[in-house]
Structures are given as structure tokens and as C-alpha cells.
């Protein structure tokens, strides 16, 4: 069984990758600095997260959302033009998190 931190990274990746059109580039900017200066530690990620996401209403109705979704994590997510699953528990570390935060910026980026 997955803990809730663990849960709740996966759930921003998953925000990232499929809603990242709720964020601004200043925000992913911000995400990016600011997770790159935590260790590899899902709970500090997610303690890291949380805080963030409380401040930005829109954003944290989407996580909420995922997070109360009993639809299984299963679901395939866009991945350079391609679908890939969302991580699993030996894959969810601070990398993925920096790549889907990435991905979210090259998307905006790309629509600019």
C-alpha cells in the first residue's frame, strides 16, 4: 500500500503531465528552482508540494481531485508524443518529478 506522500507526488506528476495547462511558466520556474533544492525524499517532496499547492486554489482542487479519484493510477500519460504509465512506487523519485515539472514548462513553452 502506497503512503499518503508517496500518493501525493504521484498525483502532481500526474497533474504535471495532463493538467500542466493550470500552471504558469513562473510557477513551474519557481517549482523548479525550489525541488531542486530538496533531497530525494518522497516525504519531503510531498511536505514540499502540499505547502506549495495550498496557496494556489486551482491547482490544489486538481490535486484533490486526483488524490479522491478512485480511478487506479493505471491510466496512460502523454510522454513525448507517445503514452507511458505514471510512475510506480521504484520510479517515483525527485528525477521524475524534475522531468514531468519540465515537461509542463516545454508545453507551455510550446504554445507561447
Avoid at 61 to 81: C, H, M, W, Y
Amino acid at each position: 500500500m502506497s503512503s499518503f506522500s508517496d500518493k501525493n507526488v504521484k498525483a502532481f506528476i500526474e497533474l504535471l503531465n495532463n493538467q500542466w495547462s493550470l500552471f504558469c511558466c513562473q510557477e513551474l520556474k519557481e517549482l523548479e528552482k525550489e525541488v531542486a533544492l530538496l533531497p530525494d525524499n518522497i516525504e519531503q517532496l510531498s511536505k514540499f508540494i502540499s505547502t506549495w499547492y495550498l496557496q494556489r486554489p486551482i491547482i490544489q482542487d486538481a490535486q484533490f481531485t486526483i488524490l479522491k479519484s478512485d480511478v487506479p493510477q493505471e491510466r496512460l500519460i502523454p510522454k513525448n508524443g507517445k503514452f507511458s504509465k505514471p510512475p510506480t512506487g521504484s520510479e517515483l523519485n525527485k528525477k521524475t518529478l524534475q522531468n514531468a515539472i519540465k515537461r509542463a514548462s516545454d508545453s507551455i513553452s510550446d504554445k507561447q
